[in-house]
């Protein structure tokens, strides 16, 4: 059995640093895709009693889409890791009930093309809590195994109560209404 | 040629039938409430399988069209948007609301947890009202806040939620000591404590006299203006000015009374400070 040359080497080795780094991005990529998937928009000119500041306002937009891309992969992956860090309280609750009734069900959800208009209705005098309503456009998909059950265009409105962890807004409520 | 068509007829119509026969129909509930059961009528024959998808549920069970299926406490817990579906060859759904049942918890916030008597807006609240499964309760709801001192009433308002949120901002007591604020729905009573200490000396005076080590200065006993004890530990800072030039001395308020020894053996002039709070001046002679 003859060595391999040293081109052929180069190439393999090529090779191997090219599967390697696309195992380690694959994460980063699918992440940044789900992530640029959540249109949200934020309105909080009627915020009171206390004002808005434009750096909470970036915070509140920030953590908002990142919280429903976890809520995404964790409905979607049938894993509750994802929702670690944006959900707390009564909304990790039921979200973390939701996955375990999944797993047990066999089914998964999907949101697809998620478009959120938020609008802050009420910001606390000490700035410890903030409700908002999320009038929520996606693509609501159900599936069971393999198979499609459901698949619709949707349009929710959620209440929503948020409060500021130690470095980011966490959301503590989550509640679809029939309307505001 | 005309029996194969009536053949061809009658197979028609018989699978239309069985097909009319088993299209899965079923009603959801026009109204329901969290934590408690509903059912969902189906029609048509035959077997199907059906979901039930909400916040905190995934369900799946084989169904017997034309039975009702019924929805326990535990499937509709969480306040919300949920899909029936049913699945007999093609799949139909159907979707209902759950809302929040009655308050059964106030979750009550106050700031601060400390603070200045006879301060504007200083004392502030939010209240929200929840149902037992902690859905937030969103029919509006008066909501009763008040504020006692020493079981003296300070103030009380009644204040309807909108969007299940009520809040407050009102001035604190004239008095140091606790503080109480409750915010009351019907039986619920949610109590929350705020330490009032006294605001900002007022008055401050020293007095002074040498003594062989230096100059002795103390305050008369340090009231804020509404005649409240100002805390111990409250820095005073003293102030000599003499032809040595200037020196001072920070020293805490214990038991009312702040006191130091300062040294200064020419005439000396004191004056005294606490926070943005100024004091008399006094002037000592020089040592004998």
């Known amino acids: 059995m003859s060595r391999p040359g040293r081109g052929e080497l180069r190439i393999r080795f090529a090779v191997a640093a090219l599967a390697l780094c696309g195992l380690l991005l694959s994460p980063v990529l699918k992440l940044h895709a789900a992530d640029s998937a959540v249109e949200v928009q934020l309105d909080a000119k009627n915020a009171g009693p206390r004002s808005v500041e434009s750096l909470t306002a970036r915070g509140i937009l920030r953590d908002y889409r990142f919280a429903w891309t976890s809520l995404s992969h964790a409905l979607e992956s049938n894993s509750v890791d994802p929702l670690a860090g944006a959900f707390s309280g009564e909304a990790s609750q039921w979200l973390r009930q939701t996955v375990a009734s999944q797993q047990k069900s066999g089914l998964s959800r999907r949101y697809l093309g998620q478009s959120h208009q938020l609008e802050v209705v009420f910001y606390a005098p000490e700035g410890d809590v903030m409700e908002l309503h999320d009038t929520a456009q996606y693509e609501s998909q159900i599936r069971d195994k393999d198979t499609t059950i459901h698949d619709e265009h949707v349009v929710v409105h959620y209440i929503v109560l948020m409060t500021p962890g130690a470095d980011r807004w966490v959301i503590r409520q989550l509640q679809a209404v029939p309307q505001f | ?288």
């Open chain 2, 1 to 288: 040629m005309a029996r194969l068509l009536q053949l061809g007829a009658v197979i028609c119509l018989a699978g239309a039938f069985v097909e009319l026969c088993a299209a899965q129909d079923f009603r959801v509930p026009a109204t329901a409430v969290a934590g408690e059961g509903a059912s969902i009528s189906t029609t048509g024959i035959g077997k199907a399988i059906f979901y039930l998808v909400g916040p905190g549920v995934s369900r799946k069970n084989d169904l017997t069209l034309g039975e009702e299926v019924q929805l326990g406490p535990q499937d509709l817990r969480n306040a919300g948007d949920y899909l029936a579906i049913v699945c007999s060859g093609t799949c139909r759904s159907e979707s209902f609301y759950v809302s929040a049942a009655q308050p059964a918890n106030l979750t009550f916030l106050v700031h601060p947890s400390r603070v200045p008597v006879a301060q504007g807006d200083a004392v502030s609240g939010v209240a929200f009202p929840f149902d037992q499964y902690h859905n937030l309760v969103l029919t509006p709801e008066n909501i009763s806040f008040q504020l006692r001192g020493k079981e003296t009433p300070l103030w009380s308002r009644s204040v309807r939620t909108q969007n299940g949120v009520a809040w407050f901002r009102t001035a604190s007591g004239k008095s140091a000591g606790a503080l109480q604020v409750v915010a009351s729905l019907g039986d619920l009573n949610t109590p929350r404590a705020v330490e009032q200490v006294a605001s900002d000396p007022c008055n401050l005076r020293i007095t002074g006299q040498r003594t062989p080590k230096g100059i002795l200065v103390q305050t008369e006993p340090v009231h804020d203006c509404a005649g409240n004890v100002v805390p111990d530990g409250t820095i005073v800072t003293f102030t000599a000015t003499g032809a040595a030039g200037v020196g001072t001395v920070d020293a805490p308020i214990k038991q009312g009374i702040a006191r130091a020894q300062m040294e200064a053996p020419g005439a000396t002039t004191i004056s005294v400070a606490s926070g943005v709070v100024m004091g008399n001046e006094i002037r000592v002679g020089a040592q004998p």
